[in-house]
């Protein structure tokens, strides 16, 4: 009974926080309800006896993505109005993707099946064999469903290069780096032993001359006021 309580409040909170971090106008509030929703689904991964995944979700996701997302969004001056000039131009196109990807999901659940045994590792996560959940899931990914998981990664990896994309912008006076320049460049570079103490004048490196100090005003002339003033 508290299991199915915990189950729904947990589920209920994630599905709320979901919403908020794509309806949000804030992108911090965003990052926000997305840590939320985290914390919720590692609740429920717990529930489910996959304390591995909960502690991995609250580590990996929350603890370095999620906090990374944050201090990027907030460090990065994007300007978010210009980024949604070109909403409704792209709109239809993006319409047709999301109808493609709704048409999918309706697929897979339609013809989605549970397990004959799906109750019994419900009430018994815990593999067989003497198998942790560690090493079950381990083989799952690095054995079974090798090739899935590589093309996840390459997912994640274009999604990350499309979010340097979208935030690179050319700024006046940066200095870029120049990996051609640098490998072509011929001879090796000189070591100079500069004496203790010689400052960087030996290396013929002069720093900016400090500032003058203001120069006072001269206090104004007392034309016989102490002495009675001119008759």
């Known amino acids: 009974m508290i299991a199915s309580l915990a189950f729904y409040a947990f589920a209920a909170v994630l599905i709320a926080s979901a ?19 985290f914390f919720n689904a590692a609740a429920l991964m717990l529930i489910a006896g996959a304390e591995f995944l909960a502690m991995i979700l609250v580590i990996v996701y929350v ?23 070109g909403f409704q131009r792209y709109a239809p196109i993006g319409a047709v993707i ?3 990807l709704f ?17 019994d590792l419900r009430l ?3 593999p ?15 054995t079974d469903y090798l090739y899935l998981f590589q093309l996840a990664g390459l997912v994640l990896l274009v999604a990350m290069i ?33 004496p203790t103490g010689a400052g960087l004048r030996e290396l013929g490196i002069l720093r ?20 009675g003033g001119h008759h």
């Open 19 to 37: 919403v908020m971090v794509v309806s949000s106008r804030n992108p911090v509030h965003s990052v926000l309800f997305l840590i939320l929703a």
């Open 63 to 85: 603890g370095a993505v999620a906090v990374l997302f944050l201090f990027v969004v907030m460090m990065l001056d994007i300007d978010f109005s210009q980024l949604r000039e």
């Open 98 to 100: 999301g109808g493609i």
């Open 103 to 119: 048409l999918e999901l309706i697929f897979v659940l339609s013809t989605w099946r549970f397990a004959p045994d799906a109750a």
């Open 124 to 126: 018994n996560p815990n």
């Open 128 to 142: 067989g064999g003497g198998v942790s959940n560690t090493a079950a899931l381990g083989r799952i990914l690095y």
């Open 162 to 194: 499309g979010a340097i994309v979208l935030t690179l912008r050319d700024r006046v006076g940066t200095r870029r780096q120049n990996i051609a320049a640098q490998v072509a460049r011929s001879g090796s570079v000189g070591l100079v032993k500069v």
């Open 208 to 227: 900016p001359p400090e500032p003058e100090a203001p120069k006072a005003l001269p206090e104004p002339a007392d034309h016989g006021h102490g002495h």
